[in-house]
C-alpha cells in the first residue's frame, strides 16, 4: 500500500508536506537503500514531477518540509533558510521546568565534529507540569515543559544538541537525550518517537511578495502525551 505525504501547501512554484517521522528528507550515505521512505522520491511519485528540497529536517522530525517544484524557484528561496528571512517554529517536549523565555548561544561542531560553528536558539516556555511519577530514582515526581522554539541558525541537530546543553533534553531523543526519560515514556505511554515538530515556517514569497506562513498538524503520538500530561497547547498565532 502506497502512503501518501499529507501535502499542506501548494502553488506553482512550491510545495510543501506534513513529514512524518522516521521519513528522510533525501538519501544519505547512511542510508542509501532507504528508497521508500525518502520525502523527496515519495512527493516525486505522489505528484508525477520532479521536486526539490529546500532545507532538511531530521529522520525522527516531523513537520513542515518545503520543495522547490523548479530549478529556479528553489534558487531564490533555497539560500535564504539559514537567514531571518525564513522563520522556523518547532514544538518540543523537554525534561524539567524551564525559563519562560531563553536564548542558547553554545557553538556546536559541524556535522558533529570538526570546527565550531556559532549556533543560536531561542526559546519561549507554553506549559509545564509536575507529575506524581519518579522517572529516576533521584526525585518522587517528574516535571516537564512544553516549549515553542526558534532556531536562529541551522546547524545539524541543533535544538537537540542545544537543549542537551541545557540539560533539558527533549523527551524520545535517542541520540542527545536521556536515556532515563526515553525509557520511562516508553514503559509508561508507550512513546516510541522524539518529541520535535517543525510546526511553522514563516517566508516572503519570491515571486509573488506575498507572506506565506504555513503549519503542519502536531502528529497524534505528541498530541497524546501532551493530553496525559494535561499540558496546554499553543495558539497557532
Keep these: 500500500m502506497v502512503t501518501l505525504l499529507e501535502i499542506i501547501y501548494e502553488d506553482e512554484y512550491y510545495i510543501a508536506i506534513n513529514k512524518p517521522a522516521g521519513v528522510l528528507v533525501h538519501r544519505t550515505n547512511l542510508a542509501k537503500e532507504e528508497y521508500e521512505l525518502l520525502a523527496v522520491q515519495m512527493l516525486r511519485e505522489q505528484i508525477g514531477q520532479k521536486v526539490y528540497p529546500l532545507h532538511r529536517i531530521d529522520r525522527p522530525t516531523s513537520g513542515v518540509l518545503i520543495f522547490g517544484k523548479n530549478s529556479e524557484a528553489t534558487s531564490l528561496l533555497q539560500p535564504l533558510f539559514p537567514t531571518a528571512e525564513v522563520k522556523k517554529f518547532y514544538l518540543c517536549l523537554v525534561r524539567g521546568y524551564i525559563a519562560e523565555h531563553g536564548l542558547i548561544e553554545q557553538p556546536l561542531k559541524k556535522k558533529l565534529y570538526g570546527e565550531l560553528q556559532e549556533a543560536m536558539t531561542e526559546f519561549c516556555r507554553i506549559d509545564q507540569v509536575e507529575i506524581p511519577y519518579a522517572s529516576s530514582s533521584r526525585y518522587p515526581s ?24 541545557a540539560r533539558h533534553y527533549i523527551i524520545g531523543d535517542s541520540t542527545h537525550g536521556d536515556n532515563k526519560q526515553n525509557i520511562f515514556f516508553r514503559t509508561t505511554f508507550g512513546l516510541k518517537n522524539l518529541l520535535l515538530h517543525a510546526w511553522q515556517v514563516e517566508f516572503t514569497h519570491p515571486f509573488t511578495k506575498n507572506k506565506v506562513r504555513l503549519e503542519a498538524d502536531i502528529p497524534s503520538y505528541f498530541l497524546e502525551i501532551v493530553e496525559k500530561l494535561s499540558l496546554q497547547l499553543p495558539n497557532s498565532d
Excluded: C, D, E, F
Design 142 to 165: 517528574s516535571r516537564y515543559a512544553l516549549i515553542k522554539v526558534y532556531p536562529h541558525t541551522g546547524r545539524m541537530h541543533q535544538i537537540r544538541r542545544h537543549m542537551a546543553h
